[in-house]
């Protein structure tokens, strides 16, 4: 071992030890944090609108239409308040060099909930510094732990509900890597007891209480003995106390394929998973449902709650003019499960069925390009359903 290789594995060590006492000290947090937002105890319920970058702000735009729509009597008497949110754009975020920038911190931890369109984040050989996910650093910033992200495809029996974990697994640490030289690299994967114990329950509950009688575990603990072992523990032992609930497990391969499996897949109901896994099946399962642009997010913490669409910016829609466009049935999707959140389920529902009878009648279609209809008139669309 050269004495350059020595100095740079000791740096490697210590920057190790810094990040493991940072991830101790926030299992320690998630422990002690017993508080929640009761939003019928609040006077007035923020809803906070931040439309991202790319065609972001075009959908988000629609969805908040709808939302005021379905909430101005509630706007009206003051119990909910719209805060338009700015500053997350790429050349915003670039220019502070920061995935969020201070001042827009701080106007999203002024919300209870917030609305959010999609966020770029730069790769190797874009024009950008690479500063971590907007997304990803939202989620860690206001402890947004769970993913929820529901697929339906009645005709084919699909009634999905996923329960991705947000905070933890490669994402946790995923702009931290160390290069040890220019032949060797490590990223690091992160699995907390009290992280999986949280996001494991929350979905049991969610299956006890719409009464759904079975919740699939997603690991590749077989490979993965340390972290995804530990994850399939921790979700076992916590299944065992809602014996009305069967409880099984899939290994993240063979689940991709069973999710496509007809005789199969009907048989899925809750689904409860590791961040990346999650990642990858929640796209796979919208892409069943009719494409990533139909498919909303929900991504829950204790104190805050944001909700999205799980796809991109696509900054080449701008570019080409196309953005308007943009399918905004993604982030629309989006505010009913925002709606549920807060307490209002039968305007969620409304708006559900609305979105559900456009898709049926299929009036208007939606093709990213000048062929097809607007954001703005499909959300009209929906709206006259309403």
């Known amino acids: 071992m050269t004495e350059a290789e020595n100095r740079a594995i000791e740096e490697a060590v210590a920057k190790f030890r810094g990040l493991m006492e940072t991830q101790l000290t926030r299992a320690k947090k998630i422990k002690e944090d017993k508080d929640f937002t009761d939003y019928d105890a609040l006077d007035t319920i923020v809803i906070g609108i931040c439309g991202g970058d790319g065609i972001g702000p075009v959908i988000t735009k629609e969805s908040e239409r709808v939302l005021a729509f379905l909430l101005k009597d509630e706007v009206a008497r003051g119990k909910v308040t719209f805060k338009e949110i700015d500053g997350l754009t790429i050349e915003n975020r670039a220019a502070c060099n920061k995935a969020i920038p201070d001042d827009v911190l701080e106007e999203l931890k002024s919300c209870h909930v917030i609305l959010k369109g999609p966020t770029t984040t730069p790769r190797a050989g874009d024009p950008w510094p690479n500063v971590e996910s907007a997304n990803v650093a939202m989620r860690k910033e206001l402890d947004l732990f769970a993913n929820m992200r529901p697929v339906k495809v009645p005709e084919e029996g699909i009634d999905w509900t996923f329960f991705r974990e947000n905070t933890e697994c490669l994402y946790a640490m995923g702009s931290q890597g160390i290069d040890i030289d220019e032949d060797l690299a490590f990223d690091f994967r992160v699995i907390t007891t009290p992280g999986t114990e949280r996001i494991a329950r929350l979905a049991y509950d969610y299956a006890r209480a719409n009464h759904k009688d079975r919740v699939t575990i997603v690991t590749k603990a077989n490979i993965v003995k340390t972290t995804d072992g530990k994850f399939l523990d921790i979700c076992q032992k916590i299944g065992k106390e809602y014996p009305e609930i069967t409880t099984d497990d899939w290994y993240i391969d063979i689940m991709t394929a069973k999710l496509v499996d007809e005789k199969r897949r009907n048989q899925f109901q809750v689904i409860v998973l590791p961040n990346l896994y999650g990642d990858i099946l929640t796209d796979e399962a919208a892409e069943l449902q009719g494409g990533v642009g139909t498919a909303g997010s929900a991504n829950i913490g204790n104190h805050y709650a944001m909700f999205e669409a799980i796809h ?38 409304k708006l559900n069925r609305a979105i559900d009878a456009c898709a049926e009648e299929k009036k208007l279609v939606l093709t990213g390009r000048s062929d097809g209809a607007t954001g703005a008139e499909y959300a009209d669309y929906i709206l006259s359903k309403i």
């Not at 982030?331 to 549920?340: F, Y």
């Open 312 to 349: 991109g910016s696509a900054p080449r829609m701008v570019q080409e003019g196309r953005d308007k466009y943009a399918d905004p049935c993604s982030v629309i999707r989006a505010g009913a499960m925002l709606l549920s959140h807060i307490g209002y389920q039968e305007e969620a529902d």
